[in-house]
DNA sequence: CCAGACGTTGTT
DNA sequence: GTCTGG
DNA sequence: CCAGACGTTGTT
DNA sequence: GTCTGG
């Protein structure tokens, strides 16, 4: 799954990769974006054109009474999003990508010990969740735009620490995960897993645990990134 | 017809 | 144990 | 996802 | 909003 990442793209990357408009010095590094925190999202608008936006993490469904549901709906696994109610009208009309550095997994250990996980990308590249945003109108007016990112089953290198993973989008994705001219089958086609050789892993320290401990400090790995022989 | 659910994860 | 907030 | 709270009364 | 169960 994804429950934790990070985001440390300076403006001109984001602005270069997704070829959208980011003003400089509006998207402060990340090290560790938790659910209910504002999230930068790059999405196609009508006019085909592309746009960067900040949306609160956890998927409201548009008929949702209650907003408080966003707080569980921070995933949504890709081989039923285009079905489930929650998610169907965003994945038909709202896809997005959520640019991130890296994501986090605590693998569990014996008994009830976690052991946090930085996930990469082996070159230092961008990482681009699929995800779906949605809009939600709440009673006093005003408008709270969310989004969700979808999951799929571990490669793998990923398969000892956790059993689901993030949609990762290659660029040469992009246009097809955000033009409402795709179809079903050609979105559904998209949503595999990462290649375990283009990532890297490495065990960290449970600073990630502490909120509000959004720091560099996060990324000490605890040994050298590990290629996947061995990680228990 | 109306009422109630609608999700993921992990854990048991 | 379970829920809420970040 | 994890961390932290989870309650009432009265008093300052 | 839309579907399912009663």
């Given at each position: 799954m994804c429950g934790r990442f990070t985001c440390f793209l300076s403006a001109e990357l984001l602005s270069q990769l997704y070829r959208v408009q980011v003003e400089p010095g509006s998207v402060p590094p990340r090290y560790n974006i938790a659910p209910s925190q504002p999230v930068l999202i790059v999405r196609e608008l009508p006019d085909g054109s592309r746009q960067a936006a900040w949306v609160h993490w956890g998927l409201i469904p548009s008929?949702?009474?209650?907003?408080?549901?966003g707080g569980s709906l921070i995933n949504a696994r890709s081989e039923t999003a285009a079905e489930k109610p929650s998610f169907r009208s965003a994945f038909r009309r709202r896809r997005c990508l959520i640019p991130a550095s890296g994501f986090y997994e605590w693998q569990k250990k014996e008994g009830k010990s976690k052991q946090p996980w930085f996930i990469t990308s082996d070159d230092g590249r961008p990482l681009s969740f699929a995800g779906l945003w949605e809009q939600w109108h709440s009673p006093d007016g005003s408008d709270i735009e969310t989004c969700a990112i979808l999951t799929t089953s571990p490669n793998e290198r990923m398969e000892p620490i956790h059993h689901r993973m993030p949609v990762i989008l290659a660029p040469e994705s992009f246009r097809a995960w955000l033009s409402?001219?795709?179809c079903p089958d050609e979105l559904q086609g998209l949503l595999v897993p990462f290649p375990s050789e283009r990532m890297k892993c490495y065990p960290v320290r449970t600073l990630v645990n502490r909120p509000g401990n959004d720091s560099p400090e996060l990324l000490i790995p605890l040994k050298e990134p590990d290629k996947g022989e061995d990680n228990q």
């Open positions: 008929w949702s009474k209650d907003p408080s549901v409402p001219e795709s």
